[in-house]
């Protein structure tokens, strides 16, 4: 007689396609200016999938980025792992995404979930 009850699925991270957005002129630029100190308004125009892999390199900065692309930790590459300001630096910046619904916030939040660790969205 099979089992039954609560199956758990494994959380599968996308993280390897980050990457290639970064081939984008206009994505690149965005992720840098997102971990730069300087601020200013920005807008980008990207597919509703790909929203949550922007916000992600954004949050990871360029070097954060590569680092998760090298098989890092995503938690090494956020910058939570260790007290080394420059890695701080390095990484992106916290970002306060405001969405029109609630759904769209949960949707959002799930989608990041894919590319972040849970604790940082």
Known sequence: MPRRGVTRLAAVLLTALLPPLLAD????????????????DRSLVVAPGARPAVLAAMTLGEEGVDQV????????????????????????????V???????????????RSYLPADDV
């Open 69 to 96: 692309a090298g098989g890092e930790d995503v938690a090494a590459a956020v910058g939570r792992e260790g007290t080394d300001s420059d890695a701080d630096a390095a990484s992106g910046t916290p970002l306060l």
């Open 25 to 40: 002129a206009d994505i690149a630029r965005t992720v840098r200016a997102a971990s730069s100190r300087s601020r200013t």
């Open 98 to 112: 405001v969405t029109a619904t609630g759904r769209e916030a949960e949707e959002t939040a799930l989608a990041l």
